[in-house]
């Protein structure tokens, strides 16, 4: 059993580029997250997805843009990157509603540089 | 002020110690509670969910004090496979994004 994956587990990007964090979870799970996580800070929520086809800002949105195409995959995307974005990505799900009182399931994380 | 509070540490520890770490949080709304477990370069996992009547699991016990707006997580025989940082989340209900990270308390077990 997968749980969460997430692809690619690295990256090294120019400024202004741009690309895709794909994540995919096999638990038939209803709810998914992005999340980003910086040295000293806790990890911070970009969006998330309640489920297929609807996405709302979380609360670090800002530069980012996702997908959620069906229910097991939920992609990030950076249209034009800048350093601060710099960071480690973690995709997570949960089996129910959105924030419920459930443990989140992690993606083990895209480790992002921007140079 | 941060909506959820750790101190980052490290707790240095030699096996077998007790160690115990808070967490404060600043909204009174906070509904839910948990502490989740992460090892360097990994990604966090649920190591308990904390009750308001206090839970404990094996060698870890968790407690909530709302009065206080904090939770506290004890873990007792320490072990080295216990090196890790430790995530307080809190679950609060008044917000559009509702699930808050604090920044993490990481402990050191030595042999």
């Known amino acids: 059993n997968a749980g969460v994956t997430q692809t690619p587990k690295f990256q090294v990007l120019k400024t202004g580029q741009s690309m895709t964090l794909q994540c995919a979870q096999d638990?038939?799970?209803?709810?998914m997250y992005w999340y980003r996580q910086d040295p000293g800070m806790g990890l911070r929520l970009i969006y998330y997805?309640?489920?297929?086809?609807?996405?709302d800002k979380g609360e670090v949105p800002n530069g980012y843009n996702v997908s959620r195409l069906n229910k097991r995959e939920f992609s990030l995307r950076l249209e034009s990157a800048a350093p601060s974005q710099t960071s480690v990505y973690f995709c997570?799900?949960?089996?129910?509603?959105?924030?419920?009182?459930?443990?989140?399931?992690f993606g083990d994380g895209t480790r992002l540089s921007i140079l | 002020r941060k909506e959820v509070e750790q101190d980052p540490g490290p707790f240095n520890v030699p096996e077998g110690a007790t160690v115990a770490f808070n967490c404060t949080y600043s909204n009174s709304a906070s509904q839910s509670f948990f502490w989740y477990r992460q090892d360097c370069r990994k990604e966090p996992k649920l190591l308990m969910s904390?009750?308001?009547s206090g839970n404990e699991d094996g060698r870890f016990t968790a407690q909530l004090n709302r009065a206080s707006q904090y939770i506290s997580l004890l873990i007792r025989d320490s072990k080295l496979s216990d090196s890790a940082t430790y995530l307080c989340v809190v679950n609060k209900r008044d917000s559009s994004y509702k699930l808050i990270f604090g920044s993490g308390t990481r402990l050191l077990v030595r042999p």
């Open positions: 638990m038939n799970h209803n709810s």
């Open positions: 997805s309640a489920s297929e086809g609807t996405t």
């Open positions: 904390v009750y308001s």
């Open positions: 997570a799900s949960t089996q129910g509603a959105v924030f419920a009182n459930q443990p989140q399931h």
